[in-house]
């Protein structure tokens, strides 16, 4: 099976790039996406899948990549046919949208270590999630840079879900996959509305990229010490065993929360925002992330 995806329409008539906030709160909410709270957040339901589905995560096996990956039921490949005809299937849905997201910006806030990103969503409240999770071109935590270069694309279309018939043409048995290419430097989202997809497919780019630039790459929150630099500390642990709540310490300052690089130069964020579970938060338990959850 050979497929050639067609070209993704990102005409200037039908997308909407780089948002603010306030303009991506209001078309979200215009399209039903989801509504506001009490406190003024943006509230968006992922449907039946509210964390990753690392099962349904695939990654492109080709000859260029294949001896640099640990293969096994963590990364499981996907041949380059059935990966152009996930990108098919991906790129054919979101042209028949009416209306495109996109968001430019980085992921790495050190910028000799750093990859630029594009997301293109149909819902803004994506756009939003990546816009606050990554570093925006222009923003203070990209130091001004305006100097976007375009290494990697995240297409999501998390309301395709794939059919019985797409399912068994590609071998699958689930109508959600997540499908990333190292040597095209891009990921496809098909099935599921759950953001977190969406920066934990550029973490497994930036695990691949950086350490070839000498940079260990960490899943873990960072805090440092409010008048020594030297006093960094790392809170490693999978996810909601609490690096998010450990960083949060009111008498240090944050580095971030989730995803962190280790240089000659020191430790840095890959990301601009916070990625802090909701459930059972509390302003007693939590008061920095009960106090930073609203618009």
């Not at 996959?177 to 497994?204: D, H, N, P, R, W």
């Not at 302003?283 to 930073?292: F, L, V």
């Amino acid at each position: 099976m050979t497929t050639t995806a067609p070209a993704l329409d990102l005409s200037p008539n039908r997308v909407s790039s780089n948002l603010a906030p306030a303009a991506l709160i209001e078309e979200a909410i215009a399209n039903g996406e989801g509504r506001l709270a009490s406190n003024g957040a943006l509230v968006c339901m992922t449907g039946d899948r509210t964390g990753r589905s690392p099962k349904d995560k695939v990654l492109e096996d080709t000859d260029r990549v294949h001896d640099k990956i640990w293969w096994g039921p963590v990364n499981r490949p996907i041949t380059p046919d059935h990966f152009e005809r996930v990108h098919q299937i991906a790129v054919e849905h979101l042209n028949r949208r009416p209306r495109l997201y996109t968001f430019d910006g980085f992921c790495g806030a050190d910028a000799t270590h750093r990859l630029g990103v594009r997301v293109v969503t149909e819902q803004a409240w994506h756009c939003l999630f990546a816009q606050t999770l990554f570093i925006p071109q222009g923003s203070a935590a990209a130091a001004g840079s305006t100097d976007w270069s375009h290494d990697w694309t995240v297409i999501n279309a998390g309301r395709r879900r794939l059919t019985p018939e797409e399912q068994a043409e590609l071998g699958v048995s689930s109508p959600i996959m997540i499908a990333q290419s190292l040597e095209k430097k891009t990921v496809v989202i098909l099935g599921t509305e759950y953001a977190g997809e969406i920066k934990k497919s550029i973490f497994f780019a930036m695990n691949y990229d950086m350490p070839e630039q000498g940079v260990f790459p960490m899943h873990c929150s960072s805090n440092v010490a409010n008048h020594d630099d030297g006093n960094v500390a790392l809170f490693f642990g999978l996810s909601g065993t609490g690096k998010t709540t450990l960083s949060a310490d009111p008498t240090r300052a944050l580095i971030g929360d989730d995803e962190h690089g280790w240089s000659d130069r020191g430790v840095f964020n890959f990301e601009g925002g916070c990625y802090a579970k909701c459930i059972r938060l509390s302003e007693e338990g939590e008061p920095q992330i009960w106090n930073a959850i609203r618009f």
